[in-house]
DNA sequence: ACGGGCAAACCGACTAGTTGGTATGTAGGT
DNA sequence: ACCTACATACCAACTAGTCGGTTTGCCCGT
C-alpha cells in the first residue's frame, strides 16, 4: 500500500493509449492527496497535474468519489509488485523475511515524507464515513497488503512450533497498523526519524515472538 | 489525544460567557472532523453544530486555520484531564498503568468509530505539508500526550533494573503510534475489534519489554 | 493503397452551487 | 458612552460536474 511514482514527463502529444490517460490520473492523484489530502486536492489540479482537461478526466472518471476509489485499486496494482519483487524475500528462514519487510519498511522512511507515505491509509481517514466506495477500496488495498504478509507469518510460527493465542492475519495486520501509526507521527512531528523508531519497536516485537529459548 | 464530547444542546440565549462560544465552537469542530475530515468540514457546517453563525466565528478566529490549530489545543485541554483522572493510575506497579493505559485504549475501541478516533491525528494526516500552525499544534498534542506516560515507562525500567537500548520517550510515542495505526485500520475496515486487536499485540510487546526471567 | 464511416478519446467553455472571508449593523452588559 | 459579542447580508473565488463540438485511430469494403 506505499511508495509510488510520480507523474510521469510525457511525449508530445500522438494521443495516450487507452489506460494511460487513466493510470496518469490516478498517480497524478497519488502524490497530491498524500501531501493535501483528498477533499483539499481539486479536480482541477489533478488534470494538471496529469497534462490532461477536465474532459478527459470525466471521460475516464463518473465522478471524483470513483477516480478515488479506482486509484485505491491502482495503487494496490503498482505497489504489490514492488513489494514482490523485494530482496527481503530471498532469505531461507520465513521469519528473516517478515523482518526484513519491517527493514524495508524502515529504510524507506529516509525518503521524503510524501514519497514514504500511504495513499490509502490517507485516504480512509477522509472517506471512511463519507464513501463507502473509497471506503471499501482503501480497505481492499490494506486487507490484500496484509495478506502478503500472512504466509511468510504463519511458516515461521510453525517451524518454531509456536502455538500462540495470537494468528497470523492479526499479526500482519498489526505491523500494517504500525506502519500507519509511525506515519502520523512522522506527519505531526516533521521528523522522519521517528517513524524508523516505530518501526525498531515493531522488529523487536515481532523478533521476542519467535523467540523459542 | 482522544475522546471528546459532542455540541451541547445550548440555552435560549442569554449571552454565552467569553470562552462559551469558542469551546462550543471548538468542539463542534471536533465532531465533524473526526467523521469528515479537515478539508471536507465547511466553516457554515461547524457553526451550525455550534449553534452560532458565521459572524461570531470569525469574531473568535481569524481564519477557519486558527480555529483547527486552536481546537488542536483544545483538545489536549479536554482529553489531559480525561486521562489524568482515569482508572489506570492507581496501581502500585508503574508497569501495570502503563499496561493498564493501553487496556484503557482497548475498552474505547468498543464505543463508535467517530467517538475513539482522534482529532487531532486525524488533522496531521490533511495539514502536515499545508499548514505549519496546525502541525505544530497537532504535534504538541500527540507529543504531551507521550509526554504523560514517560514517567511510568521510565520508573518500571527502573524498578526492574532494566537496561535496554530504547529510552522511556521513545516507547511512549511507539505507544501513540500504535494507536493511530490502530485507529485508520478500524476506519478502513469499518471493524472496530480489529484496533483492539492491535492493541492486544502492543500489550503483549510492552509485557514482554519489561519481562526479567 | 485508399477513403469513408464510426466510436472512443479528448477539449475547454459553461453552470449552479459552495467556499472562506468581510462589511456593516446591533443588542447587551458595565 | 462604550466595548465586546454576536447577527445578517454579501462577495469573489473556487468547486464538481455538464455539454456541444473536435480530433484521432481503426476497421472495412473497394
Redesign the interface.
Known amino acids: 500500500m506505499t511508495t509510488a511514482p510520480s507523474a510521469s514527463p510525457r511525449k508530445a502529444s500522438p494521443r495516450r493509449s487507452a489506460g494511460e490517460t487513466r493510470d496518469a490520473l490516478m498517480e497524478a492523484a497519488f502524490g497530491l492527496v498524500r501531501?493535501?489530502?483528498?477533499?483539499?486536492t481539486s479536480v482541477d489540479e489533478i488534470c494538471a497535474a496529469a497534462g490532461v482537461s477536465k474532459g478527459a478526466f470525466f471521460h475516464h472518471f463518473k465522478s471524483k468519489d470513483e477516480l478515488a476509489a479506482e486509484a485505491a485499486y491502482h495503487w494496490s496494482a503498482v505497489t504489490e509488485p514492488f513489494f514482490a519483487a523485494a530482496a527481503y524475500h530471498a532469505p531461507a528462514d520465513p521469519l528473516d523475511r517478515v523482518l526484513g519487510y519491517i527493514d524495508l519498511r524502515r529504510e524507506m522512511t529516509e525518503g521524503e515524507?510524501?514519497e514514504f507515505t500511504c495513499f490509502?491509509?490517507?485516504m480512509?481517514?477522509?472517506a471512511?464515513?463519507?464513501s463507502p466506495a473509497v471506503?471499501a477500496a482503501?480497505?481492499d488495498s490494506?486487507?490484500r497488503h496484509a495478506d502478503a504478509l500472512v504466509a511468510d507469518i504463519e511458516a515461521a510460527r510453525q517451524s518454531r512450533g509456536i502455538t500462540a493465542d495470537?494468528n497470523a492475519r492479526?499479526?500482519a495486520?498489526?505491523i500494517?497498523?504500525?506502519?500507519?501509526?509511525?506515519f502520523?507521527?512522522a506527519?505531526?512531528?516533521?521528523d522522519r526519524t521517528?517513524?524508523g523508531?516505530?518501526l525498531?519497536?515493531?522488529r523487536?516485537?515481532v523478533t521476542?515472538?519467535f523467540r523459542t529459548t
Do not use: D
Not at 35 to 40: D, E, I, P, Q, Y
Not at 176 to 182: L, M, N, P, S
Open positions: 501531501t493535501k489530502g483528498l477533499a483539499a515524507i510524501a490509502v491509509g490517507t480512509a481517514q477522509e471512511w464515513a463519507t471506503q482503501t480497505w490494506m486487507s495470537w492479526s499479526l495486520l498489526h500494517v497498523a504500525v506502519t500507519q501509526g509511525a502520523i507521527l506527519k505531526a512531528s516533521g521517528l517513524a523508531e516505530s525498531i519497536h515493531l523487536r516485537y521476542q515472538l
